[in-house]
Structure formats: C-alpha cells, structure tokens
C-alpha cells in the first residue's frame, strides 16, 4: 500500500515526472540502438560470436553492454570507453599539476575535466574499436558469409559508426544525468545487465526443471531465496558506513560567530568506499594473466574464470585496489583541514595532523575488512557455478553486476526520494503561509 500511494505521490509532481519519463525515454533508445547490427554483417550468422562471448571476461563485458558486444551492435563498445577514460583522467589528477587545478577550480575546472574525459574517450574508442572488429573477424570464427561488405568499406564504415555509438550513448548518459532521475551512466549499464536477467532466468529454469538430478522447482525456489540473501549483502556493503563523532565549539551562522556548546555532527565513512572500482581494476588486469594462461598450457587455469587460482588472485587484486582507491580518493588530510577551518574537532583528538590520522587510522580499519566483503562477493559467482548454477545466472549473484544495480538502485531511489521530501516540505510551507494569512485576518 505505501508503494502504490509513493507512486501516485510521485505521478503528482509535474517535474518528478517529466524527469523519469525522459529517463525511461532515453534507455528505450539506447536499448533500441544496441539492436541495431554494424552494416556489412548478417546478423543471421552471428551465432559463432555469441557463443564466443558467452563467458569468462567477454561475457562480462558482453553483459555491460546488455549483449550489443555479441550482435555486433554499432553500439558494441557500449559506455565503457567513457568508463576507462574517466578513470584514466581520475588517475591522473593524482599525479599531473594541471589537472589537480582543475579539480580545485570548481564548476569551471569540472567542464573541463569533464571535455577533457570526452576527448579521451574518443581516443580510446579508436584503439578499441580496430580490436574489436579484428576479433569478430578472426577470433571467433564467424563464417565468410557473414561479412555482406568486405576490405576498406567494411573498416572505414565499422570504426565510424562504433566511434558514433560510444559518444551518443555518452550523450544520453550525460542528458540523463542533467534533465532525468539518477546517474546517467550508471543507469546505462545497469540496463544492460537487467536486459540479460530474463534470458539467464529462464535458461537457469529450463536446465533445473528438465535434467534429472536437476533439483526441479525445489532448486529454483532455494536458488532465488540465496540470490536475495545475497542482495541484502549487497545493500548493507553499499550502505554500511563508521560515523565519527565530530564536535563544534562554535558555528557561523549568517555571518555571526555563535557558540553552540556541545553541538555534535558525523563524519562518515564508507565500509566500501571505492565502490565497484576495484573489481574493474582487478578485471582490468586479469586479462593478462588469461593471456599468459593461453600462451603457456602449465598455467592455463588462469583462463577459467571459475577457476581456484584465477579467483585467488582476483580477490587479492580487489583487496589490493580497495586500499588503493580509497587512499587516493579519500583525502583525510583536506579533511582534517576543512574541520579545523570550520570550528570542528573530534573528541579526544587534536586538530590538524592528529586529526588527520585518526581518519586515516579509521578508514584502514574499515576498509580491510570491507575489501574482504567486496572480494567475497566478487568470486561468489565462480563458487555457484560449482554447485550447478548456469554462468549466465551466476553474473547476477555477485561481482560488478549485482554491486552496480544495487548502487544505481539506491542512488536513484534516494534521488525520487528527495524531490517527494521536498514537495512535503514545500506542502508544509504553504499550508503553514496560509494559516497565519488566515489567523491575521
């Protein structure tokens, strides 16, 4: 009952609505540009690409892009050449002067920044995009027929349409981002992760409701109640924070200094800060020890990825990253320094360098045992698949997928839930405004 009167309070307000309904708008046409193949290839014959991308780290990139990667889509690429090149400019601001600035520079450093990531991902789009078509012209053995259109036309015309394809799927995610509800981004890939539950159910059904020995409907229903344990994991990752107790001797409040005796406030920090970037990063490099799997046979083991050691080392690589990522993009020393300015202190704890390292102490301790709860979540699917779970349902118990569309979850729904905060608040104002109309009268 409170979901049906959220969603009718929601409907009531003009603005909330219009919003979602351009986002809903959008991600049709993303999802209707990802059915759309590249000219020259008969989708009819794409069969050797699908199955070739069907696991392992193909697979999971074939799931970001909701299976465009297998339809040798012109949308094939996805968003993810963004989401390299966001990275690579984050990484950067750590150690180039100029783009340190611009991070300082507020809204003006942001447009930069942000046109700077476009340029990037541009770049990367024509580096991935020459690999990607030699694959699906060599590595996965599609047949000759195939290719309707051959040499230079072929490659000029490819490159062109899957370089349009990231940037205007880098347009819808950055409009959604302004004028809808959510990340845009965020919001892309998680559609193409959903797009691929209904397929994955079903075939996870069909292959427990007629093998014998399967398990049947028994299965299935014990199946579904651990994927949502699972997903409670997930939210409590993604929502679980330490709240360090701040305290104001005093406070400016509209230009005056007042003294606020035993005023208290938090600091909080993140049980996972450095969200999914760690899994990206692990994956990222995973692919070198698949390539060394393949090159020498002693360690081909590394290619499995429901394999022992591949998992051992992917979970190590998480662990390394959420360290990683949270030093650098956590800074307990401007921190420490924003609270000092601001009249703050923790108790206890001196201002200052003091300060500074009790943050840092803290967010060392929650952060390990965080990077455990992420690293176990992230080889969770390699481990149901042992216990006879179908790989394409396996993706959705764990790892970048279920992290993501619990994030982008949470994110958009405390975004619906501010505008219907607000629109109580507002309510609030004017039935308080016109009561004392009245009582004046």
């Known amino acids: 009952m409170n979901f049906i009167n959220t969603l009718k309070d929601i409907w009531k307000i003009e603005e909330l609505k219009n919003k979602i309904l351009l986002t809903l708008g959008l991600i049709a046409v993303y999802r209707f540009m990802a059915g759309v193949p590249l000219p020259g290839i008969d989708p009819l014959q794409l ?28 949308m094939a690429l996805g968003i993810m050449p963004y989401i390299s090149a966001s990275i690579v400019v984050q990484l950067m601001g750590i150690a180039v002067p100029y783009l340190q600035k611009l991070q300082k520079d507020g809204e ?20 991935q995009g020459p690999t990607y078509i030699t694959a699906i012209k060599t590595q996965f053995g599609l047949p000759e027929e195939a290719f309707l259109v051959g040499g230079a036309t072929f490659w000029i015309s490819s490159m062109i349409l899957l370089t349009a394809g990231t940037i205007f799927a880098m347009w819808l995610g950055e409009r959604i981002t302004d004028k809808g509800v959510g990340n845009g981004i965020s919001l892309l890939i998680t559609v193409g992760i959903i797009a691929n539950f209904p397929a994955a159910f079903l075939q996870e059904f069909v292959a427990k409701t007629t093998n014998a020995g399967a398990g049947g409907i028994m299965m299935i229903l014990i199946e579904i109640i651990v994927w949502f344990v699972v997903i409670l994991l997930s939210v409590y990752l993604v929502t679980a924070v330490r709240k360090i107790a701040v305290q104001y001797a005093r406070r400016t409040v509209a230009g005056n200094i007042q003294n606020v005796a035993g005023s208290r406030e938090y600091i909080p920090l993140k049980l996972n ?95 390990f045992p965080g990077s455990l709860f992420l690293a176990g979540l992230s080889i969770l699917p390699a481990i149901v698949v042992q216990f006879g779970v179908q790989q394409s349902w396996a993706l959705f118990y764990g790892g970048t997928s279920l992290i993501i569309m619990v994030g982008v979850a949470i994110d958009t729904i405390q975004q619906v839930n501010s505008y219907l905060l607000n629109r109580h608040y507002d309510s609030l104002m004017k039935t308080g405004t016109s009561n004392r109309k009245s009582s004046s009268k």
Do not use: C, H
């Open 108 to 127: 003006s450093g942001r447009k930069k920044i942000t046109q700077i990531t476009r340029w990037l991902t541009i770049l990367i789009t024509m580096v």
């Open 273 to 367: 800060a450095a969200g999914v970037m760690p899994i990206i990063f692990a994956q990222a490099i995973m692919f070198l020890p698949a390539y060394i799997g393949r090159k020498y046979p002693a360690l081909a083991e590394l290619q499995d990825i429901n394999g022992l050691w591949y998992n051992v080392l992917f979970a190590v690589l998480i662990i390394i990253f959420s360290f990683f990522y949270t030093a650098i993009t956590i800074p307990t020393n401007k921190m420490a320094e924003d609270l000092k300015r601001s009249g703050g202190f923790i108790p206890g704890i001196r201002p200052g360098k003091d300060t500074a390292d009790r943050l840092d102490s803290v967010l060392s301790r929650i952060t």
């Open 47 to 74: 069969a050797a690409l699908k199955e070739g991308t069907s696991g392992g780290l193909l697979g999971l990139l074939n799931a970001f892009t909701g299976g465009a990667f297998s339809r040798a889509s012109i």
